[in-house]
């Protein structure tokens, strides 16, 4: 027998959301939201627009370099512009971002450079940025964890006295892991100045978010003592505002804030996944009509400011960042192997020195064999 969950529905509801243009682009006033915005004038939003254009264009480069054996994997973030662009730019340039593999969007917004984006997925080093002159960990690939070090490193800052908060950036997926539900504890027990931005883009590679939340997600927070909002999350100006709403919260020292911005993964989990094997193409088809750049144009075009001039404009810098971003990774130069032990701990390392030893002897068995 097939019993329904009664709260089934509520959690895949996408449109039971905090919003400020709607997927025709047209403009809504949200109470909650309107007022982080005011100040969001046309040339503002063209930023934004212009911002989601490039990290698009960024995107669509990792995918073509990873098809060509440039980069060994590639997560596509097609369809979370409005997420990634939106919450990261309301940070403060001191505040500190703890981003997953998706969010090249807000290793972007941080400040980063064309070869932050595609080396380390080429396998040229472990990170090419350094984390605090972009004030941006390395991008997490364990599901979950710099939820624990965003928590971490907030209680620090309130210990230290600073009014800088941390950014905690994750998946539908790892609220499921026990990391994340423990930094939540962490956060709201010591009060500590950090924001969780869930980015439910409706699936965990194969596993639709239905099976992981009975109910949203935005609503699993309050039960920690901290306080949520969920909006939509193809809508820059609610992300935006929503983010600016839970900075402000906890950079007056409330304690943590949460989001759940519901989008949508257009592409494939990574380039080595092949997602018509599990889900339709009319759902595809849905979140393509809620496209988070369209909307956005909708909106300037009616407001008269998306002429010719700025359209050549932002097509411009994204071909030049695009070339930046495909010198980057066909001009690579291979490190000497054994270099891949470096700068994994600032300290001599025991353990790191067994492995970089047992690698180089690895490595040794190859010349013997030729010189046999
Ligand atoms: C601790 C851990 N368990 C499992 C994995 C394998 N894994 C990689 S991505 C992923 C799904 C994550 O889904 P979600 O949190 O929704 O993020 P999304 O990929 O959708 O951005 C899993 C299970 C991992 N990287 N780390
Ligand atoms: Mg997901």
């Known amino acids: 027998m097939h019993t329904l969950n009664p709260m089934a529905d509520l959690a895949t509801d996408v449109d039971d959301v905090a919003r400020l243009l709607t997927p025709a682009g047209e403009r809504v006033v949200d109470p909650d939201l309107q007022q982080w915005i005011e100040d969001v004038d046309t040339a503002a939003i063209q930023r934004l627009y212009r911002d989601m254009v490039l990290l698009r264009r960024i995107d669509a480069e990792g995918v073509a370099l990873q098809r060509q054996g440039q980069v060994g994997l590639w997560p596509p973030c097609q369809g979370q512009e409005a997420t990634q662009i939106g ?8 505040d500190f971002a703890f981003p997953s593999y998706r969010e090249t969007g807000v290793v972007y917004a941080r400040g980063g450079k064309p070869s932050d984006y595609v080396l380390a ?26 939820s624990l070090h965003a928590v971490g490193y907030a209680m ?24 994340v539900n423990e930094a939540m504890v962490f956060a709201s027990s010591f009060g500590a100045p950090v924001v969780f931005v869930c980015t439910n883009n409706q699936w965990a590679i194969s596993e639709p978010v239905s099976v992981q939340a009975r ?17 939509d999350g193809n809508d820059v100006l609610a992300c935006l505002a929503a983010m600016r709403w839970a900075i402000d919260h906890a950079r007056k020292g409330r304690g943590p804030a949460f989001l759940e911005a519901v989008t949508y993964r257009m592409g494939p989990h990574t380039t080595s996944d092949d997602p018509t ?9 849905i979140w393509r009509r809620r496209d988070p750049i369209d909307r956005v144009e909708a909106l300037l075009r009616a407001e008269g400011v998306f002429d010719d001039a700025f359209v050549a404009e932002v097509a411009a810098d994204a071909d030049a960042l695009a070339a930046e971003v495909r010198q980057a990774a066909m001009g690579a130069v291979t490190r000497a ?3 891949i032990f470096d700068d994994v701990y600032a ?8 492995q970089r030893a047992a690698y180089a002897a690895y490595l040794d068995g190859f010349a013997a064999t030729q010189e046999g």
Request: no cysteine; net charge negative; glycine share 14%.
């Open 87 to 94: 919450t990261a730019r309301a940070l403060r340039a001191d």
């Open 121 to 146: 997925w080429r396998g040229e080093g472990h990170s090419t940025y350094d984390p605090y002159e972009l004030h941006t960990a390395t991008q997490q690939i364990i599901i979950g964890a710099q």
């Open 156 to 179: 620090g800052v309130q210990r230290d006295g600073g009014d800088q908060v941390a950014a905690a950036y994750f998946g539908d997926g790892a609220t499921s892991q026990g990391d």
């Open 215 to 231: 109910f949203p997600i935005a609503g699993r927070a309050p039960g920690f003592g901290i306080p949520s909002m969920r909006v």
């Open 277 to 285: 094997r599990y889900r339709d193409k009319e759902e595809v088809e």
């Open 337 to 339: 192997p054994l270099s």
């Open 347 to 354: 300290e001599p390392h025991s353990g790191i020195d067994e």
